[in-house]
């Protein structure tokens, strides 16, 4: 473990270079309170810095690599003499760690610095180690934003459909997270004459392996204003690909005159193949050898998630429902962009939901009654993972009136947001799942007031039951495309864990109490006493029966799932 403020930076280093390990020789105490040599070698991630370790007794790894064993032998031999048991295992390339009489060596992944400097950077301290890779580093060009293209954004939810594996199961694709680089460096790299031929030689250390796969599939679309043309020639390439790597789909797709495309498991792996095809393609050269290094594994893999790889958007998320769907789905696995009108609440729960897994969230400002700003929302959620398999509106405000006194322009602010604005996000994600070509997921928060009205609540039950009509025709429109959409209908909630209010009620609470002659904590009482099960409606009883319906537990659409504790006046009939 990365202990010192000096290793500290040189991790950070090391991780912005394209990742690699640094190795440190000392001394350990055995079981038997005998000082032995060791090694310690830290494996640096890409991109996010993130290390694991091991440690090996040095004097038989010295042994091991002047003997004639073949390097499966030595894997085996140099495993036994791990001294940590949280260790992870030994990669056979730490023997040339051991070797190095330095007692600081530090490797890295990146061709980039191969091709200006050398493999190594060492030292006899961390400090001189660190030095020696920044003086390196120096002749290194810097690598420049993605920046995608405008053509190659508006394609990019195709891509991530085709390369979206399918699973013949009820969750009917393992989908990738997708990041599109038109960065200067990558498209002079492109459009070189040799580019298709150079590409070959990319080193498969571990972490290209890994994070870059086996080799880029290569495609130059003929008319990218066509998608149908686009689609048929890039399922063609990817065909081919998967015939000639073993059913494997690539993690890098090169479009000459576009960028370039990589697919991760979820976003940090996206984001660390991002960083090291930056650093590699420009460093290519003609003469390079491909250089083919043992990969390893550094962890068991975790257990996956139900939702990993799906992207999600959530509308009205800064509410106490939509932050306990945003909560459920990011704890489920899903990438999480978090909607809702700019500002302060917004970004609060943006922070607050980062301490889960920062790289799956995304705070979007977007206003559901604006056309424009829907669409820009949707741009900006492709740019950043590629494109959308879930979306949960729930965004909604309510107005108490009777309809003898009710304000026609109150009313209309109601049907501007509760249909208005489930319409756009409706259309939007039609035209987006079309596009996509993998099917998703749609659940409209309703409301109880569907089905069991209440006086004085009319502009709400009204405008929300025209919600809910139009995901049923959704329902039926979009089945054809593989797409579900379903219902969920809370009855009242007031409070996310009693921290964050429902806008809802912060808006229609104080004349419902008024009219019950109650307090705040007697009207939740009175909400909580009426349904036959006594019990307190929250945001993760709604995230729960969300998250029913987008983990596909059975093969379900147009169907709602009350959410109430039990009121026979809203069953769903």
């Known amino acids: ?38 090694l310690w070698v830290h494996f640096i991630e890409p991109a996010d810095g993130q290390t694991t370790s091991t440690v090996v007794n040095l004097d038989f790894a010295r042994k091991l690599a002047a003997t004639t064993l073949g390097p499966d032998a030595k894997t085996a031999a140099l495993r036994t003499q791990v001294l940590d048991a949280s260790a992870v295992p030994p990669p056979p390339y730490v023997l040339l760690h051991a070797i190095d009489p330095h007692k600081v060596v530090i490797q890295f992944y990146s061709p980039a610095l191969s091709v200006h400097s050398k493999d190594w950077a060492t030292g006899k301290s961390i400090e001189e180690a660190t030095d ?46 997708v990041r599109a680089i038109s960065s200067p460096e990558v498209m002079r790299f492109l459009a070189q004459d040799n580019a298709h031929e150079l590409v070959k030689s990319i ?18 679309i003929a008319d990218v204003a066509d998608p149908a043309q686009v689609k048929e020639q890039v399922a063609a390439a990817l065909s081919v690909y998967a015939e000639q790597h073993a ?32 650093l590699t393609l420009p460093a290519l050269r003609p003469a390079e050898v491909r250089l083919v290094m043992p990969t390893y594994l550094q962890n068991q893999p975790a257990a996956k998630l139900p939702l990993q790889g799906h992207v999600a958007v959530v509308t009205g998320a800064a509410g106490a429902i939509g932050a306990g769907v945003c909560r459920g789905l990011l704890l489920q696995g899903a990438h999480v962009a978090v909607t809702d009108l700019p500002g302060e609440r917004l970004d609060a729960l943006v922070t607050e939901l980062g301490e889960i897994d920062a790289s799956r969230v995304a705070g979007v400002p977007l206003d559901v009654t604006d056309p424009d700003s829907v669409d820009r ?8 993972w590629g494109g959308v398999d879930i979306a949960v509106i729930n965004a909604g405000v309510a107005l108490v009136s009777k309809l003898e006194e009710m304000d026609l322009e109150a009313f209309r602010r109601l049907e501007r947001i509760n249909v208005e604005g489930a319409l756009l996000m409706l259309r939007a994600m039609g035209r987006h799942f ?3 070509g993998t099917g998703g997921d749609i659940v409209m928060v309703s ?18 039951a025209a919600a809910h009509q139009l995901s049923r025709i959704a ?27 429902s806008g809802l009620w912060q808006e229609v609470g104080p004349s419902r109490m008024k009219a019950r002659g109650l307090d705040e904590a007697g009207l939740e009482e009175y909400y909580r006493s009426r349904n036959q099960l006594k019990a307190r409606i929250t945001p993760d009883h709604v995230a729960n029966a969300v998250l029913f319906f987008v983990t596909r537990q059975t093969p379900t659409t147009g169907a709602t799932i009350p959410v109430d504790g039990g009121l026979p006046d809203a069953v769903p009939r």
């Open 447 to 464: 409301t109880k007031n569907v089905f069991a009205p209440g006086a004085g609540f009319g502009a709400y039950s009204a405008t929300k």
């Open 247 to 278: 059913g494997a789909m690539p993690k890098v797709v090169l479009l000459p005159g576009l960028g370039a495309v990589v697919a991760g498991a979820d976003a940090r792996a996206a984001n660390r193949a991002s960083l090291l095809l930056r």
């Open 132 to 177: 020696s890779l920044r003086e390196m580093l120096k002749d290194v060009p810097p690598v420049s934003a993605e920046a995608p293209s405008e053509k190659l954004l508006a394609i990019l939810p195709l891509l991530r459909g085709l390369l979206a594996r399918p699973t013949g199961q009820d969750i009917p694709y393992d989908y990738v997270v």
């Open 203 to 220: 080193p498969l250390y571990p972490a290209h392996v890994q994070y870059l796969g086996g080799g880029p599939l290569w495609v130059e």
């Open 377 to 384: 929302g949707m741009a900006r959620i492709v740019a950043t």
């Open 1 to 38: 473990m990365v202990t010192t403020n000096s290793e500290t930076r040189l991790v950070e280093l090391l991780a912005s270079a394209g990742g690699g390990c640094y190795s440190v020789k000392g001394e350990v105490t055995d079981a038997l309170g005998e000082q032995a040599p060791a």
């Open 475 to 501: 329902c039926v429109e979009m089945a054809e495309m593989g797409v579900r959409v379903n219902m969920v209908a809370p009855d009242a909630v007031f409070s996310d864990h009693g921290a964050r209010k």
């Open 434 to 436: 079309r596009l996509q």
